[in-house]
């Protein structure tokens, strides 16, 4: 069965270092997602792709976090310089197309941050 | 912004227990979703719903869209100890939105 896969599940760091996170969506998915979800709450949208394209990083703190999907496939999340509220799980999903009803999305298992 | 009010917001349950947890919103959706989140994983989807009305099962799951777009509900009977986890509903209108989350626990 396809699955969305990211890397690493976890990672620890200091504060003021840089990080990255990798998702591999399903194959033929179109769209990708990267979440922040902080404990005890709902994932939150960070940056939607299609394809290549950013379709919305409306809540994507710009100041320290990039995401990029150049080939529209694979896509990596980053942040730099890392700060202690930036602590929590980090979910990439994919879905076929943005829309209608092939819209429904996969999620990979997470990475979970810490940040020291 | 759109919000998905999801309720309860947990549960405490005896094993063999029926469930019931429901997910409304202000406006209508084109997709109903219902997720599992267990500690430190990823939501996984348990079932999608795409036309209003529909109910749909899956194992001990059952889900509905309802009549007027704006509310899903999900029934888990007899439940067993591995059912413990968050429930999330999903609704896609004009953009993807995620309910606040049930907590559901089994007592053996």
């Known amino acids: 069965e396809a699955e969305v896969a990211q890397s690493p599940r976890y990672k620890i760091t200091e504060k003021s270092q840089a990080v990255a996170f990798w998702c591999d969506p399903i194959?033929?998915?179109?769209?990708l997602y990267w979440y922040r979800q902080i404990l005890g709450q709902g994932p939150e949208l960070l940056v939607q792709f299609q394809d290549e394209s950013v379709v919305d990083d409306s809540q994507l703190p710009k100041d320290r976090f990039s995401a990029e999907r150049l080939k529209g496939v694979d896509s990596t999340l980053k942040i730099q310089p890392a700060e202690l509220g930036d602590s929590a799980m980090y979910l990439c999903a994919s879905s076929l197309v943005a829309g209608g009803l092939q819209e429904t999305q996969y999620f990979g298992p997470g990475t979970r941050l810490l940040v020291l | 912004g759109q919000q998905l009010n999801q309720s309860p917001q947990s549960m405490f349950i005896q094993e063999g227990e029926d469930v019931s947890m429901n997910c409304t919103s202000s406006?209508?959706?084109?997709?109903w979703l219902w997720y599992k989140q267990d500690p430190g994983e990823g939501p996984v989807l348990l079932i999608a719903?795409?036309?209003?009305?529909e109910l749909t099962s899956n194992g001990r799951l059952t889900a509905q869209f309802g009549i007027t777009r704006k509310d899903s509900f999900l029934n888990i009977s007899a439940s067993i100890p591995s059912d413990v986890g968050i429930y999330f509903c999903a609704g896609t209108g004009n953009q993807f939105y995620f309910g606040t989350g049930t907590s559901l626990t089994v007592i053996p």
């Open positions: 194959s033929g998915h179109a769209t």
């Open positions: 406006s209508i959706f084109n997709t």
């Open positions: 719903l795409y036309k209003a009305g």
